[in-house]
């Protein structure tokens, strides 16, 4: 199985922050890799998908890049909306892992 | 536009089973695979496994025990996820999703003498 490790679990940043979240896979995942935003008590909401191309309707200033097997989800000016839950996700080769989430915290 | 819609919260006592349902709308729903998805309070997402919509052939994920069955019925686009042998620790949200674009909204199944 792909494992997908995800790093800061937790992070606290400023309004105006550049913000920037890593996965990485254990193996090659080609771009199938998607970040998500959750809130408390909602289902999660897909930012970018295919590692870099962001979500109808999502603001621009979530990115995602990848180099090799690692990915990065990277928010260029933090609002206090984008206090949230953000997940990897890998949907390669009919498995899904998922990263173990990054709490993000405005302060 | 795609839609999936579960059925609601259940409560059960440790040892029943329960089904859960994913209702699919807007798209053929034999064209696209239906992953399930588990978060138990407070942790993270869990992928279950898949079923291929066209063949009814599931997939689990390593390590989740047989207590869990995909199923489907094509006639109502539906997908179902039966847990067996309930224990306190399958409290969780259940999410049906359609590739990484669409999620139901989450079952939540609460296991509780």
């Known amino acids: 199985d792909i494992q997908m490790t995800q790093s800061p679990s937790t992070l606290s940043a400023s309004v105006g922050d550049r913000v920037t979240i890593t996965c990485r896979a254990s193996r090659s995942i080609s771009s199938w890799l998607a970040w998500y935003q959750q809130k408390p008590g909602k289902a999660p909401k897909l930012l970018i998908y295919?590692?870099?191309t962001l979500e109808t309707g999502v603001p621009s200033r979530f990115s995602g890049s990848e180099s090799g097997t690692e990915f990065t989800l990277t928010i260029s000016s933090l609002q206090p909306e984008d206090s949230a839950t953000y997940y990897c996700?890998?949907?390669?080769?009919?498995?899904?892992?998922f990263g173990k989430g990054t709490k993000l915290e405005i302060k | 536009q795609v839609q999936l819609v579960q059925s609601g919260s259940e409560l059960k006592k440790p040892g029943a089973s329960v089904k859960v349902s994913c209702k699919a709308s807007?798209?053929?729903?034999?064209?696209?695979?239906i992953t399930w998805v588990r978060q138990a309070p407070g942790q993270g997402l869990e992928w279950m496994g898949w079923i291929n919509t066209n063949t009814g052939d599931p997939t689990y994920a390593q390590g989740l025990t047989g207590q869990f069955v995909f199923s489907l019925d094509t006639s109502v686009s539906t997908a179902y996820l039966q847990i067996s042998n309930l224990k306190a620790e399958d409290t969780a949200v259940y999410y049906c999703?359609?590739?990484?674009?669409?999620w139901g909204q989450g079952t939540l199944v609460t296991v509780s003498s």
């Open positions: 295919e590692a870099s």
């Open positions: 996700q890998q949907y390669n080769s009919y498995s899904g892992t």
């Open positions: 999703t359609r590739g990484p674009h669409s």
């Open positions: 807007g798209y053929t729903f034999t064209n696209y695979a």
